[in-house]
């Protein structure tokens, strides 16, 4: 699935672009477009452009042309780079290698790679260590950025276990899930806290997505606390 760029035409300084590669938990709820549309509420403008396809690695990403010519067009400031969500887990030496090659074609374009540090499943939360860990040494390695999107979740759960950020799968993430890597991605972008964000957000041309004013600032305010904790933990 490759989508088009939104925003604002290339050439305004003003104007941050970054590409989102990776699958369905990038594009469940258009993460991409509703980060981009979370921004320009605090005043931010972002160009957004993803590569995707359901259930793939970053290794099959290496070897789709679409996926490297899209890197290669350049102009981006980050890239994100989002790997299926037991990589990390069950053949973290694969991740590890797709990220290096991808984060060299990422440099040719002098963009900053991201890596999107995933959630665990819903039944088995011991998962997010292993996966934090995986992604944490990997970005050290080449010289990433961290989005931790899986311990903001971690930590917005421990809070408030009611709390539904996965859909019935337990894989998947829920509106309330999108919204919370959104607001982490905010964080890790600008380097500013996502509170003030709108709780509301356009999900289609006739449908407005609306969370409860509350739980929208606690997120936000988790997904700040979830990135000052790994700069903490990092330094």
């Known amino acids: 699935m490759i ?3 939104y925003g604002r035409k290339r050439g305004d300084g003003n104007l941050m672009k970054v590409l989102f590669i990776g699958n369905s938990y990038t594009y469940c709820n258009n993460l991409p477009v509703m980060l981009r549309d979370l921004s320009r509420t605090a ?3 972002i160009d957004t452009a993803s590569v995707t396809s359901s259930g793939k690695a970053l290794t ?5 042309p679409e996926s490297l010519d ?3 067009q350049g102009g981006w400031d980050f890239v994100v780079l989002q790997d299926q969500s037991l990589r ?3 053949e973290p030496e694969k991740l590890r290698s ?3 090659r991808l984060a060299g074609r990422i440099g040719e374009v002098n963009a900053t790679p991201v ?3 995933t959630w665990a499943r819903q039944h088995i939360p011991e998962m997010q260590n292993a996966i934090t860990e995986t992604y944490r040494c990997v970005a050290q390695e080449i010289n ?3 989005a931790p999107v899986g311990p903001a979740w971690r930590m917005a759960l421990a809070a408030t276990p009611e709390l539904s950020l996965h859909v019935k799968d337990r894989s998947h993430p829920s509106i309330l899930g999108t919204y919370l890597t959104a607001c982490v991605f905010y964080g890790t972008l600008f380097d500013e806290i996502p509170v003030g964000l709108s709780n509301k957000f356009p999900l289609s041309n006739n449908v407005t997505g609306v969370i409860d004013k509350n739980v929208a600032i606690a997120l936000q305010k988790t997904a700040w606390a979830s990135i000052q904790k790994l700069t903490r933990e990092s330094t």
């Open 3 to 5: 989508e088009a760029i």
């Open 43 to 45: 005043g931010k403008t």
């Open 60 to 64: 099959w990403h290496w070897y789709n």
């Open 70 to 72: 899209t890197i290669a």
């Open 88 to 90: 990390a887990i069950e």
């Open 98 to 100: 797709a990220a290096i």
């Open 115 to 117: 890596l999107y540090v």
């Open 144 to 146: 990433a950025k961290l």
